[in-house]
């Protein structure tokens, strides 16, 4: 799916007549006839309605029809009142509306759906793809049209230094886009369009209070979380109805834990065919986690009540195991680190940015064929999982600035459990700053041995490797003082929700890149645990149970007792796959190492190839090794995938794309 969103304005014929050839588009059209969005889409993930001079567009998944989606229109709030009628719809989608000449453009809190902007032409576009609103800036300037900042559109040198920083770039900064003149709408935020080319950026979503007792927070993860699998299982009805009929598949991770057997036997529930899949371990005597839970999801191990008719072998319809099942052998599988260029395992980049899953994403890649070969149209994953329900130190430090003497109790637990230092424990109950103070915090120490941190930190606090240049390590300095400056505000005043926040924005990056990779053979990529109902249901509990230690997401596992059987939701922890990716590393080592021999990124200045290629070849890396190696690595091919772009020339306007002209009577219908 991609899409442009133009202003009611003149500039847009213009721009429109710029976007390069390729597959026809749809159009939707202003009441004046312009367009207003052009892009590509399958009927399975786009609603249009209209009420009277209001009209809406919701791009994605979700569990509505038309009809629902124009019965959300009228009603006070101009704009503002349609978007937040609009979030009762269950689902992960863009949402752009337009009343009275104004346009509306809103992501979601994970950004798995994120809306970029460009000053093009003289007017503010907006879009989803911010290689295509810097293609649009680049042409624009070889026609002679208005142009932003200098060199709009293309790389940005300072946006390739930040994304050396391991594990992440704090924000705001993780969210700049990777070229010029190119910005992201922040998470939470909303961007609006304006007839006269202009745009203003607004907060829309505040945190709930965390206030919740666990068993009430935990019904309403438990149905934010039911909605959100029937949202996909609505969306390959829809797929399936669409095309001639033929029943499609929903395929589903099975990977040991308990939020990917959640997400199995939520889906085993709806009326569509589901796939489990599951990876082979390397070693033949390991533990096999997923098939300890499917074990568990046998006949007679789950003691729900018999609401389907029964499957094969007597277990009811509701169990996974009523499914076919994918086990991907070790042998013969791309192993972690398989180099996206390899001639037996051709991985496809992700166009808009370095990927964040670089490690695994030929494995990803081979996953989705053999599911694509299987009939599924849509794969659940449970990334997201841990990000909102894991334990996290901040929650005390959080739960100290209104009930000091429980925090000082959890404190106490998770010192002992955890083995923390009196040093650490202290700062982690009673320290911290400011959030622009802690980014600030950050520059002088951006060269530290590796990143770190404590229960009063806001995120984790990023590092440069070793191999970074020096130039490169001043200029991550400078952007981090500079963006201190400008007192950023975080997610939230809780340092427990942002972080948790900053988490879910971190697993929707990962699902962008990986739903690139699976797009290209032709199966959706999906993450329910990041719908904004899910992200903000975790957020209701209270403190005192998000502190609690040595309890394993307590509220992920209250919250699907009676859906996933007791045995499964015992799996607390993922398998452990550091034996794997050390070994995948080892084999591929020196295909890594030659890209010091012509890297591009050393090209620019940024890095030092003879000390990557030090820590590449060393027989004993650092412990930081695969996580410092990850982002350099991806951002190097994802500067090699990039197609070269020529200086600018000034040619003359094309209608490369077919859009359609002006019609006599305007329609907000592709």
Not at 87 to 92: C, L, M, Y
Not at 135 to 149: E, F, N, T
Not at 283 to 296: E, M, T
Not at 469 to 488: K, N, Q
């Amino acid at each position: 799916m991609d899409f442009l969103v133009f202003p009611d304005h003149p500039a847009g014929d213009a721009l429109c007549r710029l976007l390069p050839a390729g597959p026809p588009a749809h159009v939707l059209h202003h009441p004046s006839g312009r367009p207003w969005i052009v892009g590509h889409w399958s009927a399975d993930e786009a609603l249009t309605a209209e009420a009277g001079p209001r009209r809406a567009v919701l791009l994605g998944t979700a569990s509505a029809d038309p009809g629902a989606l124009a019965r959300l229109l009228p009603g006070p709030g101009h704009l503002d009142g349609v978007g937040q009628r609009a979030r009762r719809i269950p689902g992960s989608y863009v949402l752009l509306t337009a009343a009275e000449g104004d346009l509306r453009c809103r992501g979601d809190l994970a950004t798995v759906h994120q809306i970029h902007h460009a000053r093009i032409g003289g007017v503010t576009v907006a879009g989803n793809r911010p290689q295509d609103l810097a293609a649009l800036a680049r042409a624009a300037v070889g026609a002679r049209l208005p142009s932003g900042a200098p060199g709009a559109g293309l790389i940005d040198e300072e946006s390739l230094a930040l994304r050396l920083l391991f594990p992440f770039a704090p924000l705001p900064l993780s969210l700049r886009p990777m070229w010029r003149s190119v910005r992201a709408v922040p998470p939470g935020h909303h961007l609006t369009l304006y007839a006269n080319g202009r745009h203003s950026v607004a907060r829309w979503w505040q945190p709930p209070e965390p206030d919740a007792p666990l068993e009430q927070a935990a019904q309403t993860v438990r149905r934010a979380l039911t909605e959100a699998v029937a949202a996909r299982a609505h969306r390959v009805t829809r797929a399936a109805h669409d095309t001639a009929g033929s029943r499609g598949t929903l395929s589903a991770d099975l990977l040991g834990t308990t939020g990917s057997a959640g997400l199995c036997f939520l889906a085993a529930r709806e009326d569509v065919p589901l796939l489990t899949a599951s990876w082979g371990r390397c070693h033949r005597g390991g533990a096999d986690p997923a098939g300890g839970a499917r074990a568990a999801a046998r006949p007679g191990a789950v003691p729900h009540q018999r609401t389907q008719p029964t499957g094969r072998d007597g277990c009811r319809r509701s169990c996974p195991c009523d499914g076919e099942h994918l086990a991907v052998p070790y042998a013969g599988a791309p192993t972690w680190y398989t180099p996206p260029d390899d001639p037996d395992h051709t991985t496809p980049a992700d166009p808009a940015a370095p990927l964040a899953a670089f490690r695994e994403a030929a494995r990803l890649a081979h996953l989705a064929r053999l599911l694509t070969a299987r009939g599924s149209r849509l794969h659940l994953a449970g990334i997201g999982g841990d990000a909102l329900f894991a334990h996290r130190p901040a929650a005390l430090n959080s739960l100290a600035r209104s009930d000091p003497r429980t925090a000082a109790r959890r404190a106490w637990t998770a010192h002992h459990l955890c083995h923390w230092k009196a040093r650490d424990t202290l700062r982690t109950l009673l320290g911290g700053h400011s959030y622009p103070r802690w980014l600030a915090g950050g520059a002088p120490r951006v060269a530290a041995t590796g990143p770190r941190t404590t229960g009063a930190d806001w995120e984790i606090r990023a590092a440069l490797p070793p191999w970074t240049h020096p130039d490169a390590v001043a200029t991550v300095r400078r952007l981090l003082r500079e963006a201190a400056a400008e007192a950023p505000e975080p997610f939230a005043p809780l340092r427990s929700q942002h972080e948790t926040v900053r988490a879910a924005v971190r697993a929707g990056e990962t699902v962008r890149g990986i739903g690139a990779l699976a797009l290209a053979h032709g199966i959706g990529y999906e993450a329910p645990f990041l719908d904004d109902a899910v992200i903000e249901a975790a957020l209701t509990l209270r403190l005192a149970d998000r502190a609690r230690a040595g309890v394993h997401a307590p509220l992920l596992t209250r919250a699907l007792r009676g859906v996933v059987p007791g045995a499964a939701l015992s799996r607390d922890t993922a398998a452990v796959q550091d034996a794997e990716v050390r070994a995948g590393l080892r084999t591929h080592r020196g295909a890594l190492a030659a890209l010091c021999d012509d890297s591009l990124l050393a090209g620019r200045g940024l890095i030092r190839p003879g000390v990557l290629r030090q820590h590449l070849t060393s027989r004993q890396p650092s412990p930081h090794a695969p996580a410092a190696l990850d982002p350099t690595l991806a951002t190097e091919y994802w500067l090699r995938a990039q197609a070269p772009v020529p200086p600018p020339t000034p040619e003359v306007a094309r209608p490369a794309l077919s859009v359609p002209a002006r019609p006599p009577r305007p329609a907000a219908r592709s």
